[in-house]
């Protein structure tokens, strides 16, 4: 595991987002270990470097605005392999979505009780559609993010999917 890793509730293991997120998981008897790093990690490459994993290891969370067909615009939460870049055009036909853009920090937050850098898969303060990108398939273990920037967790892909109820699709 990282150096620097914290063995206390200090700090940001215990803070809210974080506690939120393992009590989520925790109703799929899902228990893991959070890892908190030393510095904050909000993107995929800075928390593969930490890990000392590659980036396409990373359960990247991005929230889009999805402009339902409807005119309604909701959150999609896509949790997509650090080593790409989300096609919106494919992930809306796929969905059955109008229209995907990206987020602002104000909609992020609304929508999932998250900062942007440390949106988890799950514990949002409110319901989130959720896609998984299928290529985090080809990994035994992917790392995600647990509530807070300087935080994370080990998963897998079929974990993902069972604890978030997210639709696999490919992303990119």
Same mark, same amino acid.
């Given at each position: 595991?990282?150096?620097?890793?914290? *063995?206390?509730? *200090?700090?940001?293991?215990?803070?809210?987002?974080?506690?939120?997120?393992?009590?989520?998981?925790?109703?799929?008897?899902?228990?893991?270990?959070?890892?908190?790093?030393? &510095?904050?990690?909000?993107?995929?490459? #800075? #928390?593969?470097?930490? /890990?000392?994993?590659?980036?396409?290891?990373?359960?990247?969370?991005?929230?889009?605005? #999805?402009?339902?067909?409807?005119?309604?615009?909701?959150? /999609? /939460?896509?949790?997509?392999?650090?080593?790409?870049?989300? &096609?919106?055009?494919?992930?809306? &036909?796929?969905?059955?979505?109008?229209?995907?853009?990206?987020?602002?920090?104000?909609?992020? $937050?609304?929508?999932?009780? !998250?900062?942007?850098?440390?949106?988890?898969?799950?514990?949002?303060?409110?319901?989130?559609?959720?896609?998984? &990108?299928?290529? /985090?398939? $080809?990994?035994?273990?992917?790392?995600?993010?647990?509530?807070?920037?300087?935080?994370? !967790? $080990?998963?897998?892909?079929?974990?993902?999917?069972?604890?978030?109820?997210?639709?696999?699709?490919?992303?990119?």
């Amino acid at each position: 595991m990282a150096e620097g890793i914290a *063995e206390t509730q *200090e700090g940001p293991l215990g803070h809210p987002a974080v506690q939120r997120v393992l009590a989520a998981l925790a109703v799929h008897d899902v228990h893991p270990e959070v890892v908190a790093l030393p &510095d904050a990690v909000r993107t995929a490459p #800075a #928390a593969a470097a930490a /890990l000392g994993i590659t980036p396409a290891e990373i359960a990247n969370s991005l929230v889009f605005r #999805a402009h339902d067909p409807d005119g309604s615009i909701t959150p /999609l /939460l896509v949790l997509t392999s650090g080593a790409h870049r989300v &096609d919106v055009a494919k992930v809306a &036909d796929l969905t059955g979505i109008a229209t995907i853009d990206r987020a602002d920090a104000e909609f992020v $937050r609304n929508a999932t009780g !998250f900062a942007i850098g440390g949106v988890a898969p799950v514990g949002h303060t409110s319901p989130v559609r959720t896609v998984v &990108d299928v290529s /985090l398939s $080809r990994y035994p273990y992917v790392w995600a993010a647990a509530g807070h920037t300087h935080t994370v !967790f $080990r998963t897998t892909y079929e974990e993902l999917l069972r604890v978030t109820a997210g639709q696999a699709i490919e992303v990119a």
